[in-house]
């Protein structure tokens, strides 16, 4: 169907904000490998597609700090995650890629679209990451916390997998706690700007909950070299309302 200008702008304005309020909802998959349906796509959210914008923040700058300080969120947002969505868009420009939604870029892209995955990597996961963050110190409750105790035997066991596998990474990577195609919970690792979603590339594969950035970049200002406190911090502000509304979905 040929669009002219106006429905485009109204459809990319739609897609803006859908991913600004849910950026994980655009990545419920529609194929198998995370247990879904074409059913799941009811939602409009998957219309998502270039070109990738910045979606906001739903707190200010300062707002996590001295857990996050106001600096860092400035530039991790401002220019490192805008930087993953511009070349994003640059790099799928005139390829299959330009007519994919978000997740289905996740799943399709191998190790020869190194711009593709590194990029389209950052963007999907810094868009998961801010809104995993919350300045109220939450708790987690509700089918969550059930099932955590359930796959971990504790909060607490949870807690120190979670803080092994982020301490573990190799230079830059993030921290998962994901959900497996058959409900079960698991810890994973991903380097640089990789993730779970990424069928081709992936050592585990499942849908991202809770992403914890240990890139220098995430935290390098306010700890230097201390990435463990960083970690220790996570913790106290994690939106764990957000992460029980991503099981649940
Ligand atoms: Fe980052």
Redesign the pocket.
């Known amino acids: 169907m040929l669009m002219n200008k106006r429905t485009f702008l109204k459809t990319a304005s739609l897609a803006t904000i859908a991913i600004i309020f849910n950026p994980l909802a655009a990545c419920v998959s529609s194929k198998t490998t995370h247990g879904g349906s074409a059913a799941a796509n009811k939602n409009g959210l998957f219309v998502l597609k270039s070109p990738f914008t910045l979606p906001s923040l739903q707190y200010d700058f300062a707002a996590l700090a001295p857990n996050i300080d106001k600096q860092t969120m400035e530039i ?1 947002h401002g220019k ?2 805008q930087g993953y969505v511009d070349k994003l868009n640059k790099a799928i420009e005139g390829t299959n890629f330009a007519n994919q939604n978000l997740l289905e870029i996740m799943e399709n892209v191998s190790e020869k679209e190194a711009a593709v995955r590194n990029n389209g990597g ?1 963007h999907y ?2 868009s998961l ?1 801010w809104e995993s963050l919350s300045p109220k110190n939450q708790v987690i409750t509700g089918n969550l916390k059930t099932a955590i105790e359930k796959d971990f035997g504790s909060y607490e066991a949870f807690q120190k997998a979670f803080t092994d596998e982020a301490k573990g990474v190799f230079g830059s990577g993030w921290a998962w706690l994901c959900k497996a195609n058959d409900g079960k919970l698991f810890i994973t690792s991903t380097p640089n ?1 990789d993730n779970p979603l990424m069928t081709k590339l992936a050592e585990k594969i499942g849908t991202p909950l809770l992403g914890l ?1 240990v ?1 220098e ?2 935290y390098y200002l306010n700890y230097q070299n201390k990435r463990a406190e960083y970690i220790e911090n996570f913790y106290k502000i994690i939106n764990w309302e957000k992460i029980e509304e991503r099981f649940n979905a």
């Open positions: 991790h490192h995650h950052g996961n810094h990451f700007q950035d890139w970049h995430a």
